[in-house]
């Protein structure tokens, strides 16, 4: 199918989901890209800052851009200005800086972040753990942050075909984010998002509460062109 008609699919398949589909377009080129957008899609998620900002500067200034790879404080400046949402928060360290380059950048609305939580097996994922988070939500400099916003949780499952092992995974991200929106985020509605799920296991991730999902391949098929 071309990515026009996966695109179809997916917003087919999400109708009558709470689910949102974000579009993984690393390693893909602006070209390619663009095809999803004339298609209607807004919603586009990179791993790499340096390729973000060279998409972003090639393309429609529409789109929602969200930074899904590991991010290092270093690199915020450089998206600060313009990102959507940063779903890889891992640290109180990282969102203080989010915070403080949103703010030099005067930002009308702030940065929305993801807590990125670990719940696979594997030492190579990032994330932070339930009692990490716990305390940088409670921390007096989270308090004071005026231009971040978290909106949710993030988490990146075993690489696997146990579908078990990764229905556990999601069902315990869910457990997290519930945990947190009834001790932080009782009254805040903003605080909504589950992104888990991937190509090869979006539709388990739905069936247990994902709010978006993060499809690469499934929409623009295994990159063997040439940039």
Same mark, same amino acid.
């Given at each position: 199918?071309?990515? !026009?008609? &996966?695109?179809?699919?997916?917003?087919?398949?999400?109708?009558? @989901? *709470?689910?949102?589909?974000?579009?993984?377009?690393? +390693?893909? *080129?602006?070209?390619?890209?663009?095809?999803?957008?004339?298609?209607?899609?807004?919603?586009?998620?990179?791993?790499?800052?340096?390729?973000?900002?060279?998409?972003?500067?090639?393309? *429609?200034?529409?789109? /929602?851009?969200?930074?899904?790879?590991?991010? %290092? $404080? &270093?690199?915020?400046?450089?998206?600060?200005?313009?990102?959507? +949402?940063? %779903? =890889?928060?891992?640290?109180?360290?990282?969102?203080?800086?989010? &915070?403080?380059?949103?703010?030099?950048?005067?930002? #009308?609305?702030?940065?929305?972040?993801?807590? %990125?939580? =670990?719940?696979?097996?594997?030492? +190579?994922?990032?994330?932070? @753990?339930?009692?990490? /988070?716990?305390?940088?939500?409670? =921390?007096?400099?989270?308090?004071?942050?005026?231009? #971040?916003?978290? @909106?949710?949780?993030?988490?990146?499952? $075993?690489?696997?075909?146990? %579908?078990? !092992?990764?229905?556990?995974?999601?069902?315990?991200?869910?457990?997290?984010?519930?945990?947190?929106?009834?001790?932080?985020?009782?009254? &805040?509605?903003?605080?909504?998002?589950? =992104?888990?799920?991937? $190509?090869?296991?979006?539709?388990?991730?739905?069936?247990?509460?994902? @709010?978006?999902?993060?499809?690469?391949?499934?929409?623009?098929?295994?990159? +063997?062109?040439?940039?």
């Amino acid at each position: 199918m071309s990515i !026009k008609d &996966n695109i179809l699919y997916f917003d087919e398949q999400l109708r009558n @989901t *709470p689910c949102r589909l974000v579009a993984v377009s690393k +390693t893909h *080129p602006a070209e390619i890209i663009k095809e999803a957008y004339d298609a209607g899609h807004r919603l586009f998620g990179e791993n790499k800052v340096q390729e973000l900002v060279d998409k972003r500067d090639l393309l *429609p200034h529409d789109i /929602a851009w969200h930074l899904i790879g590991h991010l %290092q $404080t &270093n690199k915020v400046k450089y998206i600060a200005q313009f990102i959507d +949402t940063i %779903q =890889s928060v891992d640290s109180l360290k990282l969102l203080v800086e989010i &915070n403080k380059r949103a703010e030099l950048f005067n930002r #009308t609305l702030p940065i929305k972040c993801m807590l %990125q939580i =670990s719940i696979a097996d594997e030492e +190579t994922k990032y994330g932070m @753990t339930m009692d990490e /988070a716990d305390a940088l939500l409670q =921390s007096e400099e989270y308090r004071m942050m005026k231009f #971040t916003q978290i @909106t949710g949780v993030m988490g990146i499952a $075993t690489n696997t075909d146990d %579908q078990e !092992k990764l229905r556990g995974e999601f069902r315990y991200l869910h457990s997290c984010f519930t945990q947190l929106k009834e001790k932080f985020f009782f009254a &805040n509605n903003d605080f909504k998002e589950i =992104s888990m799920g991937m $190509t090869s296991d979006w539709k388990l991730a739905v069936e247990e509460g994902s @709010t978006m999902i993060r499809v690469g391949s499934g929409i623009f098929g295994s990159r +063997t062109y040439n940039r």
